[in-house]
């Protein structure tokens, strides 16, 4: 009999203890591995087990939180958490991942706790979809909002920074008689390369992809484009409204204080805690009067400040400021007369100006003079008086900011891999010794045939095999973008065309089932191009090209009056260069006050001469349906599945590397390469048979591409307000003309205009 042991760890791998094991004999301790399921292009797939059951010993319910006792769980935070665990069979680490409760018997069978067992070669997928994006940890994430910043950034790349600013035309442009782009006109973008290496490193994982360029021994020309792939997230550019919020303190005075000529007196409210005051994060210090600032940005400090019971001024009045000071250095001040017969307060709003980082500390103090006689005067800042520091949410040119702060508090590090999985066909494999995912799009997974691991005498032809042909997509497979969302010029190009832009469909041969599967991008959607006629010389053959998202569906010879701020996330390609005209000639932009023909520009797919070096529409021989899609759905229409069972013994299935093909020798009708699909209820406890899903790895070339399927108009005429032509249908006889249909541009109805 075998020994088994789970040994159940903590977050830092430090052992707490085994669980207490029975009949194993009758250990149900069966796995399942793989990387990907043809049938389902959504699915990617890792380690995990059926349910198997332990005893409920005091040992197991201690190491599993107490979670049979509902009101004295160790901590109901972590309870039913997944518990990191390693399997050993027979001394030999088997696998390591995690373990996870789902029921707990007590009286209607044996006490026992029902467990499930997780690989972690996808566990990063969990952790993924927890971490934010606004939670990674990018380079140079400090950056201040100014030109000489932003021609830095764009000059440089992804392997300097994870951010870049480029041109999107979104309205609102301060100046557009001037037909100048002013730093507002250019928010930061994040690199997608970026996010995925920076946010997979902060989870513990290193990544290895030629695709993109990342620790790969593997050169590929693709992924020096593939590196300016670039995400806009944050169509509003202001700083969340849950950082700003965390960032607010309110005190007040509960006593009078006593200021007094020419004093410079540090004013320390002495309230933080009684509403409507608050201080949640302990920024402000209610006994030395200094409110620390919780990250670099631009603090909004209001006052109230109410003066009284003057004493010793000759004259009528005092003049009084009350100053800002950072880190000992005055930065904003508001100053007032007052008269000594009445109370009088000074209100108002003192600004830190973004000159700050988040070492430095505030406080407000105050100085009078005598007035018109110069006479010593004293008073007091009366009680009831107040401060309160908020951080300023809009970032202004000469800000400073943090590119996280920016990002919205929803998206998360899996919805951005997800989109990248789904637009590039990206295939996983996990080595959990190196911990190294290693991420490439389907054609260029798979190692080559030379290292491929020969299997042909571990099958058991004599058990029987099945053969398959994958049948299970309906007739029209649909891979499309995330349905726009308040990008009115996106929407009113798609309902005059009738169509959505981007989107491909896919139609598989007859034997497939009539109906739909849609392959959809949760986070993105797609982008149109543009004209920027807004930032242009007057000269049309100058006009450069770069992408547009518009409140409004105008003509274009412009841009809306009213930038809009609000819009699903964009991918596009970035290019800090030149453009060329259809003469040759360099297009231009006027930015900063200044003409120049490197133009930082987002592309989307190739339109007016502007060549994009990637499509990132479905549609198109160059499309990411024809590039990435195509050759697979060739071997689903025709190729075929083995599922057959296999002598693996422990050693095989420890080293098992899902890149390698495998090859099968004879019988002949089996022969050839195959991809490993998944390893079925693989039993590590036993040496017997184990049940492998393996599908035809071969070259049948790819699927014809759908050319009616259009991308952009690729013209300068492509403004809305004229329709697209509309191509008739000619129905003849021979050759005699017998109808003619065309579509209506209003109804979309096919309706004829010659019989």
């Known amino acids: ?71 004295s769980r160790k901590d109901y935070r972590d309870a039913l958490n997944r518990k990191p665990c390693v399997i050993i069979v027979s001394g030999t680490q088997i696998d390591k991942g995690f373990i996870q409760v789902g029921k707990v018997f ?27 994006l606004r939670n990674i940890n990018y380079r140079n994430n400090n950056q201040f909002y100014r030109t000489d910043i932003i021609n830095t950034v764009n000059s440089s790349n992804s392997d300097v920074y994870d951010n870049c600013y480029p041109y999107i035309s979104k309205g609102g442009n301060e100046d557009i008689a001037g037909l100048n782009a002013q730093v507002r006109d250019f928010y930061p973008s994040f690199y997608l390369r970026s996010i995925i290496e920076r946010g997979l490193n902060d989870l513990g994982w290193n990544v290895s992809s030629s695709f993109l360029d990342l620790n790969s021994s593997i050169s590929n020309p693709v992924s020096t484009h593939v590196k300016r792939l670039a995400c806009d997230l944050s169509p509003s550019f202001t700083v969340a409204e849950d950082v700003v919020k965390d960032s607010v303190s309110r005190a007040e005075l509960t006593t009078n204080v006593e200021v007094g000529y020419l004093d410079t007196d540090i004013i320390i409210f002495d309230n933080d805690s009684t509403p409507p005051n608050e201080d949640v994060n302990g920024n402000y210090d209610n006994g030395t009067g200094q409110y620390s600032l919780p990250a670099d940005g631009t603090y909004n400090v209001d006052v109230s400040l109410e003066f009284g019971n003057w004493v010793a001024i000759t004259g009528l009045y005092v003049n009084v400021t009350v100053s800002l000071y950072i880190a000992g250095t005055e930065v904003d001040s508001i100053s007032r007369r007052l008269y000594k017969l009445r109370n009088e307060t000074i209100t108002g709003t003192l600004r830190t100006n973004g ?96 290292s491929a691991l020969d299997w042909t005498n571990k099958l058991d032809v004599g058990k ?15 891979f499309k973008y995330k349905d726009l969302n308040n990008d009115e010029w996106l929407k009113g190009w798609q309902d005059l065309n009738k169509r959505i832009y981007a989107r491909y ?56 009056s009213e930038r809009i701020t609000n819009y699903n996330p964009k991918i596009f390609l970035f290019n800090n260069g030149t453009q060329l005209n259809v003469s040759g000639g360099n297009r231009q932009i006027k930015k900063f006050g200044r003409l120049e023909t490197t133009i930082p520009y987002g592309i989307f797919e190739t339109y007016n001469n502007t060549t994009s070096d990637i499509n990132l529409s479905f549609t198109g021989d160059d499309g990411l349906f024809s590039t990435y899609y195509s050759n697979m759905f060739k071997n689903i229409e025709e190729g075929g599945r083995l599922i057959a069972y296999l002598n693996l013994t422990s050693t095989d299935v420890d080293n098992l590397d899902f890149r390698k093909l495998v090859y099968i020798d004879r019988p002949s009708k089996l022969n050839g390469y195959y991809l490993i699909e998944q390893l079925i209820d693989y039993n590590p406890l036993s040496d017997g048979l184990t049940k492998v899903s393996l599908f035809k790895f071969e070259n049948l070339g790819s699927v014809a591409i759908d050319g009616t399927q259009q991308g952009n108009n690729s013209n300068n005429d492509d403004n809305g307000n004229t329709p697209a032509p509309l191509q008739p249908i000619y129905v003849e006889d021979g050759s005699n003309l017998i109808e003619v249909y065309i579509e209506n541009p209003l109804t979309g109805l096919i309706e004829p205009v010659y019989r």
């Open 106 to 132: 007590d009286g209607f069978e044996l006490d026992s706790y029902e467990l499930v067992f997780f690989g972690n070669n996808i566990d990063w997928v969990k952790s993924a979809s927890e971490l934010k």
């Open 505 to 560: 469909n896919h139609v598989l041969p007859e034997r497939f089932a009539e109906g739909s599967n849609t392959v959809e991008l949760g986070l993105f959607s797609a982008v149109y191009s543009h004209d920027c006629v807004e930032v242009s010389p007057v000269n049309a053959n100058l006009v450069f090209t770069s992408l547009k998202v518009w409140n409004e569906y105008i003509n274009p010879e412009s841009a809306p």
């Open 464 to 478: 029987g095999y099945e053969v398959d042909y994958i049948s299970s997509y309906k007739r029209n497979v649909e």
């Open 1 to 71: 009999m075998n020994d088994v042991v789970i040994r159940i760890l903590d977050t830092s791998n430090t052992v707490l203890g085994d669980l207490d094991l029975t009949n194993f004999t009758d250990f149900p301790l069966v796995l399942t591995k793989g990387i990907v399921n043809l049938d389902n292009l959504k699915a990617r797939t890792g380690t995990f087990s059926k349910t198997f059951k332990v005893p409920n010993t005091k040992n197991n319910a201690n190491l599993l939180s107490n979670v049979d006792n509902i009101n």
């Open 355 to 450: 000159l700050l980082n988040s070492n430095a500390t505030v406080r407000v103090s105050f100085v009078s003079d005598g007035g018109v006689s110069g006479i010593e005067a004293k008073g007091h800042v009366l009680l009831g008086s107040y401060i309160r520091v908020q951080r300023q949410s809009e970032i202004v040119e000469g800000n400073s900011f943090n590119l996280n702060e920016i990002i919205p508090s929803s998206p998360t590090l899996l919805d951005v891999i997800n989109d990248f999985t789904r637009m590039f066909n990206i295939y996983y494999w996990t080595d959990v010794k190196t911990k190294t995912i290693y991420l490439e799009p389907r054609d260029t997974f798979f190692e080559s045939k030379t």
